[in-house]
């Protein structure tokens, strides 16, 4: 089955500094990696997400690339804000709808430095 | 539009007991998924559900099941509870399935004592 890893588990950064998680997938045949976003006490909710037939996708402060030669992708966050202190999960999927479902990282718990 | 509710939110029950999750979809939301959230393993797909079918299912044992009604709400039963069954239990809604944008629910603590 597919298998997500996640790295690094937690993440210190300055405020206004970038941050940079990464992840990598096992299995060739996804295609499709969302990334959550999970504010303590809260639900997840997604931020960006990317499809294979793309390398990469930006919106506003947040990018995520892919390469899927190396089956990794990862999500950038530019000019970090305290809003941005949260855990991170990448995941992975089938659309044609693999046994798998949705497979998510561990997470990565974001810590912005004012 | 309101959004995806879970019930209860919060249950207390003994191991060997059995218990029934409840969500309610986003309206116009034909897939339902749930997830098992605990510290050490993260989120874990447990099975996603649209048009009353099971569609998807994670790797757990049999112990979990789930349905989804014609009105899209779905309900997911763990019988004889285990220790380690003790988690959030997050469901979410979406338009067609779980390669799209994803709505969670506020989730269900289960506690098994």
């Known amino acids: 089955g597919e298998n997500v890893e996640q790295h690094p588990s937690t993440l210190s950064v300055q405020e206004g500094d970038s941050a940079v998680i990464k992840c990598t997938y096992s299995?060739?045949?996804?295609?499709?990696f969302p990334w959550y976003k999970q504010e303590l006490g809260k639900r997840p909710q997604l931020i960006i997400d990317?499809?294979?037939?793309?390398g990469e996708k930006k919106d506003q402060r947040i990018a995520v690339t892919l390469n899927k030669t190396a089956k990794h992708f990862s999500l950038h966050i530019t000019e970090t804000q305290p809003e941005d202190s949260a855990v991170y999960f990448c995941?992975?999927?089938?659309?044609?709808?693999?046994?798998?479902?949705?497979?998510f990282g561990k997470g990565t718990h974001l810590i912005i430095q004012p | 539009k309101a959004g995806v509710t879970q019930t209860p939110r919060y249950l207390i029950k003994t191991r060997g007991q059995q218990v029934t999750l409840s969500c309610s979809p986003i309206?116009?939301?034909?897939?339902v998924s749930w997830y098992q959230q605990t510290p050490g393993q993260g989120l874990q797909f447990l099975f996603e559900?649209?048009?009353?079918?099971?569609?998807n299912k994670g790797n757990f044992p049999g112990r979990f099941s789930g349905r989804q009604f014609s009105n899209s709400r779905s309900e997911m039963n763990v019988s004889t509870l285990e220790l380690g069954d003790s988690a959030l239990y997050l469901c979410?809604?979406?338009?067609?399935?779980?390669?799209?944008?994803?709505?969670f629910g506020s989730g269900t603590q289960l506690s098994v004592l």
């Open positions: 979410a809604s979406s338009l067609h399935g779980i390669n799209e944008k994803l709505f």
């Open positions: 299995d060739s045949a996804s295609n499709y």
């Open positions: 990317i499809r294979s037939n793309v």
């Open positions: 995941a992975a999927s089938d659309s044609g709808g693999g046994a798998d479902g949705l497979t």
């Open positions: 309206s116009g939301h034909r897939s």
């Open positions: 559900y649209f048009s009353e079918t099971q569609r």
